[in-house]
């Protein structure tokens, strides 16, 4: 299981590229989501949660797991 989690820096795109396309389970500081990887950039990640698109900012994610 590839986990990715909140370091000094944050989490970053690099460390969330093996993860495109998969299910993950995404945790913020405010709520879980579980959802799609489909993009991440420099500053932010996108996710689709059932029919909506999610947009993070990668300083407000901490820790993200592929959904078994």
Request: net charge neutral; hydrophobic share 50%; glycine share 8%.
């Amino acid at each position: 299981m590839t986990v990715v989690t909140l370091g000094a820096p944050g989490v970053s795109n690099r460390a969330l590229r093996p993860l495109l396309g998969a299910g993950v389970i995404v945790r913020t500081f405010a709520a879980t989501w579980r959802g799609t990887l489909l993009s991440c950039v420099k500053d932010s990640a996108w996710f689709v949660v059932d029919d909506s698109d999610v947009v993070l900012h990668l300083d407000e994610i901490i820790s993200v797991h592929r959904d078994r």
